[in-house]
């Protein structure tokens, strides 16, 4: 059994080597449905683009549905796969549970992949990735998603068997790490999120086959919801996870305090999946008091949440910092950050992303008064880019680019190049989630083909004429991402391909990891008592702005109907 351990130079971790190739296989898998989901995004972004309008419109269903499917589903869970395994096995020290089950989730999850990117080629399930009922897709499409889904489910099982395996063979003392903690809480949300995707999926193949006469609309949405953005929120647990390992990777940052750290994760246990509920607010099956409760006190515990989390993760990397002598003003320990390294840029560009972005939009598209400005809009996505991708997509990325010597032992090539990516992606994500959420707030519907209506007979509607430029501008965007996107695709394939082959024992040439600062040294930093000003400034500005927007989109609802 000691044969199949080994000792990472770089970082003195102990990886198991049937953990090892489970992680590598999962991580390929994922980039792979990100490359094709990159491509599909190409083509709906260049089709939004009223000047270019790439395809037409069976085509454009179809392609939303492949980049719906492959850059929110199957990329991202591939991925959160090999870092459960990640956490467990490695960061403990362990064997990964009952391997052959392992490999059995895995190709249920490429099957479901592979049959799913089929049948959406066949132009028989263009029903996006709600797949709403009374659209009906071929009963491969449901069937697809619900092998992925088992399989995803299948990883989770053996993620939580090896935390038993550690606890039995005490690979670890006291607490389980923050970042398996972490993990702890995305495995959690998984479970949660994929019994609910089986529950509403099962009957709809069942419906699909002709077994059942039909699915009733409105139980469909709400029980789907709780799968479809369930699986973000796996997501969002993920990706701070990441947050708090590149802190420590990087910088040797430990976190302000653990225990409120836990609690923030806890809290999303409990509370994060109600944010589900946003997409069901002009739904005339769910009870206002449910609506009213759900957008009011109980999305505030998951927004406290979050915000923890965006206070801690610059806090620690601040504190860190300042420890090792970058303490003047405010921002040196910022400035002085290591931002030519992909692994911290991407990390950080993820973090105020999602918080300025992503966050700001949610909470205001969740209350239930504001939502019915944006709803079904182009707000919608524009939002979840900022989430999804420029949160967890490039957190993902980041951490890619350290996995990559670590766990496959292959150097990075075009090091100058990948230095440069996580800008590339970042800021032209960023611009597809501004401009498409301009859009949206001009009333620009999310999944209509055609915003011209060039094919309806006669039948127009005008929108306000900078819906136009916003969607160009965010055309434009669109090819700066998938730039930034294909440059990673082709720096990590092109690294497990060519890169140069590490030895057992070499050490490799990349920056890997960061020797945490004394305890001593945390003593007397910070300025006028706060021992992370920069970061506290960083929040005000945020706070700050949150009110500006807030109080904006009060304003636009209040001149919606004029009251006489």
Known sequence: MSQQFRICPDTGLKLYQPAETMIKVHAVAAVVCLLVGGIYGLLVGLTRWPAVHLLPADWFYLALTGHGLNVLIFWCIFFEIALLYFASSVLLGCRLAVPRFAWVGFALMVIGVLMNNYIVMSGEASVMMTSYAPMEAHP????????????????????????????????????????????????????????????????????????????????YRL????????????????????????????????????????????????????????????????????????????????????????????????????????????FEWLRRAPWGNPTFSGMFISLVGFGFLGGISGVTMGVEQINILVHNTL??????????????????????????????????????????????????????????????????????????????????????????????????????????????CLIIVGSLLFGRKLGVDEKSSTFIIASPPSDADYEGIGKGGIAVPGTLVMAIVFFVAFAVYYFINWKYLAQTWGIS
Not at 190 to 206: E, H, K, M, Q, R
Not at 266 to 294: R, T, W
Not at 450 to 471: K, M, Q, R, W, Y
Request: aromatic share 14%; charged share 10%; net charge neutral.
């Open 379 to 488: 707000y919608v996505p524009g939002h979840f880019h900022a989430t999804v991708v420029i949160g967890t997509t490039l957190a993902f990325m980041a951490l890619t680019y350290w996995l990559v010597p670590v766990i496959f032992r292959r150097e990075l090539i075009w090091k100058r190049l990948a230095s440069w990516q996580p800008y590339l992606f970042g800021l032209g994500m960023a611009g597809v989630s501004v401009f498409l959420m301009g859009a949206g707030t001009l009333g620009v519907p999310r999944r209509h083909w055609d915003i011209t209506f060039s094919t309806t007979g006669g039948i127009v509607h005008e929108f306000p004429a900078a819906a136009n430029t916003l969607l160009a501008l965010s055309g434009l965007s669109v090819l700066l991402a998938v730039l930034g996107g294909a440059i990673f």
């Open 140 to 219: 491969l499409f449901y069937l697809s998603l619900i092998l992925f889904a088992v399989g995803a489910l299948v990883g989770c099982f053996v993620f939580f068997g090896t935390l038993v395996i550690a606890k039995e063979e005490k690979t670890y003392e006291g607490s389980v790490p923050l970042v398996t903690f972490g993990a702890i809480t995305a495995a959690i949300i998984a479970v949660f999120t994929i019994i609910s995707g089986a529950i509403i999926l099962i009957p709809t193949l069942l419906w699909s086959l002709g077994f059942l006469a039909e699915i009733d609309a409105l139980m």
């Open 223 to 330: 029980i789907w919801w709780a799968f479809g953005h369930s699986s973000q929120q796996i997501n969002v647990a993920a990706h701070i996870t990441v947050w708090y390992a590149i802190a420590s990777i990087v910088f040797g940052a430990k976190p302000m305090s653990e225990k409120v750290s836990r609690m923030a994760f806890f809290m999303y246990i409990l509370f994060l999946q109600l944010a589900s509920v946003h997409h069901l607010l002009v739904d005339p099956g769910v009870s206002s008091e449910f609506k009213m409760f759900n957008t009011s006190y109980a999305m505030y515990l998951a927004v406290m949440a979050s915000m923890v989390h965006g206070l801690t993760v610059p806090g620690s990397i601040e504190s860190a910092q300042r420890a090792k002598g970058f303490n003047s003003g405010l």
